[in-house]
């Protein structure tokens, strides 16, 4: 039995002899880089001198009474009452370098306006809402680069592209070249 305690003092001896103290000093911490959010400029757009802007469009959903100076402005003519067969019925249909559809009564037309083959063709149609449409393709992409530039985001893709800045929403529809602007 004396072997035995003699055997565990001597190890208990060993091991307190193989330990070792670390005294840890932390050091301070870095000053935390001030988080930012990041900057995101919008692109410019030059509207065309062609047909209405989107911000133009955007102020005539509040103020239906500057469409008679917008059609000065553009050139475009002037259709109150405009009415689609068993579609839609427009307030003012505004239209440049077109032509009504068929007439089918009193302010009852076939289609939306028709593009002639002189400059660029374009219409807005007017409820609620405003309607502006184009009949090419580089009016419809400046149309589009107006709205990401004037702070629209896309909501949906599809179809029908859904763009919105939180109080306007805008329909872009690509097959008819038509944007549509509506209040949220």
């Keep these: 039995m004396k072997k035995t305690a003699i055997i565990a ?5 060993l091991m307190a002899a193989c330990t070792t103290t670390k005294t840890v000093i932390s050091q301070p911490e870095a000053p935390k880089a001030e988080e930012t959010t990041p900057v995101v400029s919008l692109p410019t757009v030059t509207p065309s001198t ?24 553009y050139g475009y ?7 689609v067969y068993r579609l839609d019925a427009y307030k003012p249909m505004m239209y440049k370098n077109c032509r009504p559809a068929k007439a089918m009564g009193a302010n009852v037309y076939e289609d939306m306006p028709k ?11 007017m409820r ?25 985001t896309l909501e949906r893709d599809g179809y029908e592209q859904v763009f919105t800045n939180g109080t306007i929403m805008a329909y872009c529809h690509a097959s008819r070249k038509t944007v549509r602007l509506a209040k949220n």
């Design 9 to 13: 003092f001597g190890i208990a001896i």
């Design 77 to 83: 003519k002037i259709i109150n009452d405009y009415a």
């Design 115 to 125: 593009p002639l083959r002189k400059g660029v063709s374009s219409y807005i149609a």
């Design 128 to 152: 609620d809402d405003v309607t502006i449409g184009v009949f090419n393709e580089a009016a419809y992409g400046n149309l589009v680069q107006q709205l990401a530039a004037a702070g629209f």
């Design 50 to 73: 062609e047909f209405i802007s989107i911000t133009e469009a955007i102020s005539l959903l509040d103020n239906p009474q500057q469409t008679a100076e917008l059609a000065k402005k």
